[in-house]
């Protein structure tokens, strides 16, 4: 079965700093991952994701991620956080064949 | 290219009431998934529809059902409504030969009373 975790359920950074959020995954076989961002009482928007090749992607409003298949852990990162990049941070995963699978999400507090 | 539409955004309804919610797709999509949030949780997968049949379902029970439309729009209906179906429905749209993202709506925010 596809599981995601995401260990921390807030992360608090000041802004112009960097920020990272953290994503474990556990799958049979090759995974994809993906990254989303939710504003209050909004739709998930995608923000990037991993399906094959280079390990490090790149993706919207100057996000990247890091896929590591030894520690199956897919972080977000950007190097420098602004404010507006205060939301609800959903990492998933999927397998062919098999649906989407959602972490419970991380809450990212930019601090002016 | 419009994206996901949803509708209703909001609505209200009481417990052992009936509810339908409607998604079309965003253009060129012929895959269309459910899911329902729950406040402060992430999405949990309802069902997925592809050439008008459900393909893959969730950990949901049979209150729960749905239809897709030749167009790929869908409908999720949710019977017997509990107090506990209150959530955040999300659509989410796809091309199902492309192993790619999900596109998601704006979502129906269902409350039960």
């Known amino acids: 079965a596809q599981s995601v975790a995401q260990p921390e359920d807030q992360v608090n950074v000041a802004e112009g700093n960097p920020l990272t959020v953290k994503c474990t995954y556990s799958?049979?076989?090759?995974?994809?991952l993906f990254w989303y961002v939710q504003y209050p009482n909004r739709g998930l928007q995608f923000l990037l994701k991993y399906i094959t090749g280079d390990n490090l992607v790149k993706g919207s409003y100057g996000f990247e991620a890091e896929f590591n298949k030894s520690q199956t852990s897919f972080h977000l990162k950007k190097p420098s956080a602004l404010v507006s990049d205060s939301a609800l941070y959903f990492c998933?995963?999927?397998?062919?064949?098999?649906?989407?699978?959602f972490g419970p999400g991380t809450r990212l507090s930019v601090l002016p | 290219d419009a994206g996901v539409t949803q509708s209703p955004t909001h609505l209200i309804k009481t417990r052992g009431q009936q509810v339908t919610l409607r998604c079309s797709p965003k253009s060129g999509h012929d895959t269309v998934s459910w899911y329902q949030q729950a406040l402060g949780q992430g999405p949990q997968f309802i069902f997925q529809?592809?050439?008008?049949?459900?393909?893959q379902r969730g950990n949901f029970p049979d209150r729960f059902s749905g239809h897709q439309f030749p167009n790929y729009s869908s409908e999720l209906n949710v019977n017997a409504l509990l107090l506990g179906d209150s959530a955040l429905y999300l659509c989410?749209?796809?091309?199902?030969?492309?192993?790619?993202?999900?596109?998601f709506g704006e979502g129906s925010r269902l409350t039960v009373l």
């Open positions: 989410a749209s796809s091309l199902a030969i492309v192993t790619g993202e999900l596109f």
């Open positions: 529809y592809y050439e008008e049949e459900e393909r």
């Open positions: 998933a995963v999927r397998q062919d064949g098999q649906n989407f699978v």
């Open positions: 799958v049979s076989g090759n995974p994809y």
